[in-house]
């Protein structure tokens, strides 16, 4: 058997509305056979009649219905058809969402996908990571799976959740990313927990999302051609993060690179460079590194955009910088 991470996640979604008829998706073109603009929920509408439902083209009202159904009892989960638009709803997400269960004391359970992450072509529009503006808000929890089980059980998580979740799927690992196996029979992580994916002792690369297996495939080319050893942590909740993994790793290896392919000002890499640089210094053999997309607005242009994007190499050199400090 072999899954597809937009499989799992129509997998996890399906059985969320058959297990809780709290549950009903909502959002732009998800109904019907279109089935949502990247096919996660195609065929959905027609097993669960009234409960996947066409949003109008207005991120806003698709959040504002949902904080409000998520308010009376229900459990909705709407989909962004790119994370980009999730600006258009931020008011609804961050000053409702985020904070209604501080202001009223009345849970918010709702959850918020968004394809997030690039594609050639796809300019600055239809390709950003938005993960960190919407971290920066205490009340969302933020959660990015890399793996087809953890798109399957995380998104599972998230919509039992009590608390708002913004779920960010990776929009290139869709249809590229397969894994053979049952994602249902695969180790369910904790939501929050980061998870070390490949050990290694001389430097720890973290990263989360798309860039995670760049990353591994960087560390395999570290080990085969150069001799290094490479620890790979995949963060896979942004908000909160797993602190505790983060620094077990740096203290084994003495070495941190932070891969992203978000942009780099204010990003989740600063944040992980910060924890590391104010509690585990002292552990640290090296200055901590980050790798991150360009600071500019995301190319059109296939070879700009390749440019714009890290890559394993990419990781490859800054790892070995770092080993050789």
């Known amino acids: 058997m072999t899954t597809s991470y937009v499989e799992a996640i129509r997998r996890a979604l399906g059985e969320c509305l058959e297990q809780d008829p709290r549950v009903f998706i909502y959002g732009q073109d998800v109904a019907g056979q279109f089935g949502g603009a990247f096919k996660a929920t195609k065929g959905l509408s027609e097993r669960f ?12 009202a698709i959040a504002g219905v949902a904080v409000g159904a998520a308010v009376d009892g229900m459990r909705p989960v709407i989909e962004y058809q790119f994370a980009d638009f999730a600006s258009i709803g931020f008011n609804q997400l961050v000053n409702h969402a985020a904070t209604t269960f501080w202001r009223t004391g009345r849970s918010c359970p709702l959850v918020a996908r968004l394809p997030v992450g690039g594609t050639r072509g796809s300019g600055p529009f239809h390709c950003q990571m938005p993960e960190a503006w919407i971290s920066h808000h205490p009340g969302l929890i933020v959660v990015s ?46 939501m929050g927990s980061a998870v070390v994916r490949r050990a290694g002792t001389d430097c720890t690369v973290i990263s989360y999302s798309g860039m995670l297996h760049e990353c591994l495939s960087a560390a395999g080319k570290l080990e085969q051609e150069h001799g290094v050893s490479v620890e790979v942590v995949d963060l896979r ?8 993994t983060i620094l077990e790793s740096a203290a084994k290896t003495g070495r941190v690179v932070v891969a992203t392919e978000a942009w780099p000002f204010g990003g989740i890499a600063a944040e992980v460079v910060s924890v ?3 509690e585990a210094f ?15 607005p995301i190319p059109v242009q296939p070879d700009l955009y390749a440019a714009h994007r890290p890559h394993a190499d990419d990781v490859v050199a800054a790892v070995l910088d770092t080993v050789r400090y």
């Open 49 to 60: 009649p009234g409960r996947v439902l066409n949003a109008p083209i207005s991120e806003d």
């Open 145 to 190: 799976p890399a793996t087809v089980p953890d798109a399957y059980w995380m998104l599972k998580d998230a919509i039992a959740c009590n608390d708002p979740v913004i779920f960010c799927e990776h929009k290139y690992l869709y249809s590229h990313l397969k894994e053979t196996g049952d994602p249902a029979q695969a180790e369910h992580l904790p």
């Open 237 to 244: 909740c942004l908000r909160p993060l797993d602190t505790a």
């Open 276 to 278: 590391i640089s104010s």
């Open 282 to 296: 002292h552990l640290l053999d090296a200055p901590p590194r980050r790798i991150c997309a360009q600071d500019t």
